[in-house]
């Protein structure tokens, strides 16, 4: 696939939902709610979809973070409790996230052909590359964007009100 394409599904265009858009208009007590039956909030997705974007893109870059013990690592501590200064940066931080990764997707082709270090035996078991490794976190995105939406729905908060864009120029 080509980096346009990637950078539009990035964004929440074509079939994906965007995933600013489905946050920005949201209150930390939004954020928060719970649905019956699931066992994530709008919160919880977006700090797992945060932290496993930052340790990602980490390793992009050559660094070597440690790789998490437990799961539970991913995911705030249950009924944890969030401002709306603290969503707002939390969102912010999504924005910065997604913009790191479009810049990445616009690499030469010799580097997102880069081989990325393996820091933890699961990565030995996936395709590593620089390429490989936007396109995996673009999908875990797309799915946990997915959920968001669909909790959206169930909280009576659907539609957002605008659309978010992390790329704003043409690619």
Known sequence: MTTRA????????GAHASPLGCLEDLSAPSAVQGVPGFPHSI???????????????????????????????GWPPPDAAISDDQWRDMINTS?????QMAELAKSSPQDL????????PQ???RASTL???????LVHNSYHVGQIAM???????????RRGHVVTQAV
Do not use: C
């Open 113 to 120: 052909a880069r081989e990325i270090e393996p820091l933890h």
């Open 6 to 13: 990637f950078i539009e599904l990035l964004d929440g265009q």
């Open 131 to 137: 390429g490989d490794l936007l396109w995996q976190t």
């Open 151 to 161: 909790l959206r729905r169930m909280l009576s908060l659907w539609p957002p009100r």
């Open 123 to 125: 990565h030995t078991q």
């Open 43 to 73: 919160f919880d997705l977006v700090f797992h979809i945060n932290y496993w974007m930052d340790y990602d893109l980490r390793r992009m870059r050559g660094e070597r973070p440690p790789y998490p013990k437990h799961a539970s690592e």
């Open 95 to 99: 924005r910065t996230l997604l913009r």
